[in-house]
């Protein structure tokens, strides 16, 4: 069983940590992907610091309390998607641990968050991926998103999924 706690600005630094470790694994399969997080530019660490400040980034917890993941979950998402008319909710930043990785918890993450927006009547579940990393896309592929466009960032080109539930 998995717990979902809201971070605060205390969780600022284990934050950065995950991401840097997320960023050093994909480094270590070549991938570019999320390098920026081994030294993390103004802008990012601002985009990080308001969303734990909107309260939109959860850590998750093992049955021992240890944190095994962290995600950001929003309601809109103008930045990569601008305006939209449906209601919907965006992942980001799903990062898993190194001592995680490969245990399905990204999987139940989602599948998680699925059964809340279906109680909540939010049918519509979106996200974005590196389109430089197809292993991932392939991943978000195979647990049912769509792919329904692309998104030139400054530091990346990411393949926008959505998934209706």
Request: proline share 2%.
């Amino acid at each position: 069983m998995m717990v979902f706690k809201l971070m605060t600005l205390e969780d600022l630094p284990v934050c950065l940590k995950f991401l840097y470790n997320a960023a050093l694994r994909l480094k270590q399969k070549g991938l570019t992907q999320w390098s920026y997080w081994l030294e993390p530019p103004e802008e990012k660490l601002a985009w990080i610091k308001n969303g734990i400040a909107e309260q939109q980034f959860y850590k998750v917890l093992d049955t021992n309390g240890a944190m095994v993941a962290m995600f950001r979950l929003q309601t809109e998402d103008e930045l990569y998607w601008g305006i939209q008319n449906e209601k919907a909710n965006y992942i980001h930043s799903l990062v898993v641990s190194d001592e995680a990785t490969n245990k399905g918890i990204g999987r139940a993450i989602i599948h998680s968050i699925e059964s809340q927006m279906r109680i909540d009547g939010i049918n519509l579940l979106r996200l974005d991926c590196d389109s430089a990393n197809p292993g991932l896309c392939a991943y978000y592929e195979n647990l049912g998103f769509k792919k329904v466009g692309t998104k030139q960032m400054s530091l990346s080109l990411n393949n926008l999924y959505e998934k209706i539930l």
